[in-house]
C-alpha cells in the first residue's frame, strides 16, 4: 500500500507540475501588467493568482482534454479561466463580511495585503477577464460559445457563487444541520467549478456527447469529495500545512460534513464518492489514468 500510495504521488506530483508550469506561463502573459495603471489592481490581481496553490482545476482541464483525444494548446484558455474564478472566489470568500480569514495561500489575504476595496475590484476583474481569456483565445466561434456558457453556469447563481449563498445562510452555531443541506452547499460552492473544469477541458477537446456525460458524472462526484476533504482537513491539518487558517469551519458554525458525520463517517462518504467516480471514467479506457490519479489525490491530499 505504501508504494502504491508513493506511486501515487509521484504521477500527482508530476501533473499538478505540469499544470502549474503551463498555467503560470500562460497567466503571465495574459494577466495585466503590474506596472500599468491602475497598479494596485493589477498587482492585487497577480498577487492572488500566480505562485500558490495546487492548480488542481487547471490539471482536471488540461487532463479531461487529453481524456477525449485533445491538444493541451486548445485547453489552456479554459484552463486559466478556471483558475482566476477560483482565486477570484477566493479572495472573496476571505473577505470580513464572508468568513474573515487573513491568510491564504501561504501569505496575507488580498484585502489583507491590499485592503478591502482594492480586493473585491480585483476579484471583480479576475472574474471578467476569465470570460475575457476564452473568448479571446478560441478560434472556433461555436466552441468559445460553448466554453463561455458551460463556465458562467459553474460559477453563478446555480454554482459557486449560490453554494457560497447557501454557506453563510447556513452558519449557524446553535442549530443541527442536515446532510441533505450540506450536500446541497457543497454540490454547489465547491462542486460546480470541479465539475465546470472537468466539462470545459472535455469541451475545448472537442468530447462527443457520451463520453462528456461520463465526465460530468465523475466530475460532479470528485467535487462533493474534494469539499468534504477541505472539511476534514479543516479540523485536522495545521495552517502550516494547509496555507491557510486551520480550525475556523466549527468556530464560524460552518455547515460541514464532519459536523453532521464527524471525522471518520466524512472520510469514508468521500471515497466512496471518489469510488463511483473512478467507475463513471470506465468507457473512456488508459487516456483517463491521469482523471484517475488525480481522482484519487482528491482525498488522500494533506494540503
Ligand atoms: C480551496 O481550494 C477552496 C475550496 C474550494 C475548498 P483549493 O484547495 O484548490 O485551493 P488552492 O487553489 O490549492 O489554494
Ligand atoms: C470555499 O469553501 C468555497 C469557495 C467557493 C471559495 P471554504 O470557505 O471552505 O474554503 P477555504 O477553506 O476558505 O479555502
Ligand atoms: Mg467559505
Ligand atoms: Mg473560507
Ligand atoms: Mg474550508
Known sequence: VALQVSQLNERVRDLLGEASGRTEAA???????????????????????????????????????????????????????????????LIHDDLPSMDDDDYRRGKPSCHKAFGEATAILAGDALLTLAFELIAAHTRDATRARDLILELS???????????????IEAEDNNREHTLEQVRAIHTRKTGALIRGAVRLGALAGGARPQPLEALSAFGENIGVAFQ???????????????GKTAGKDAAQGKATYPAVLGIEHS?????????????????????????????????EREQ
Open 27 to 89: 497567466l503571465d502573459q495574459w494577466l495585466p501588467a503590474e506596472d500599468l495603471a491602475p497598479t494596485a489592481l493589477h498587482r492585487a490581481m497577480r498577487y492572488s493568482v500566480m505562485g500558490g496553490g495546487k492548480r488542481l482545476r487547471p490539471a482536471l482541464v488540461i487532463s479531461a482534454c487529453r481524456a477525449v483525444g485533445g491538444r493541451v494548446d486548445d485547453a489552456m484558455p479554459a484552463a486559466c479561466a478556471v483558475e482566476l474564478i477560483h482565486a477570484y472566489s
Open 153 to 167: 453556469r459553474a460559477a453563478g447563481h446555480d454554482g459557486m457563487v449560490g453554494g457560497q449563498m447557501l454557506d
Open 228 to 242: 468534504i476533504a477541505d472539511d476534514v482537513l479543516d479540523l485536522t491539518a495545521t495552517q502550516e500545512a494547509l
Open 267 to 299: 472520510r469514508q462518504m468521500a471515497a466512496e464518492l471518489i469510488d463511483e467516480a473512478l467507475e463513471s471514467l470506465t468507457p473512456l479506457g488508459p487516456a483517463a489514468t491521469p482523471l484517475r490519479d488525480l481522482a484519487r489525490f482528491m482525498i
